[in-house]
């Protein structure tokens, strides 16, 4: 849990559809694998505001959570929002 804790306290956080509902979540960036290719962490947080999960994505796999299915390599973060 202290690793999702820090992503929390240091990431970006966002909004994401999840199961047809705004959920919110945080990300950061771990940096490149030996190709070049993108790695995140990610934590979703549930509708009572807990940690739900913690993970890390590939690149292609965090673009379309974060941007409904969508390859596009943009973070949206909130506005406003706690970090």
Known sequence: ??????????????????????TKAFVRFMGND????AKFEFVGISSEGNIATYHTKSGKDFWKKVNNGEF???INPVMGGEQ
């Open 72 to 74: 596009i390599k943009n």
């Open 34 to 37: 030996s190709r070049g290719n």
């Open 1 to 22: 849990m202290e690793g999702a804790n820090d992503v929390i306290r240091n990431g970006i956080e966002i909004e994401i559809q999840y199961r047809g509902e705004s």
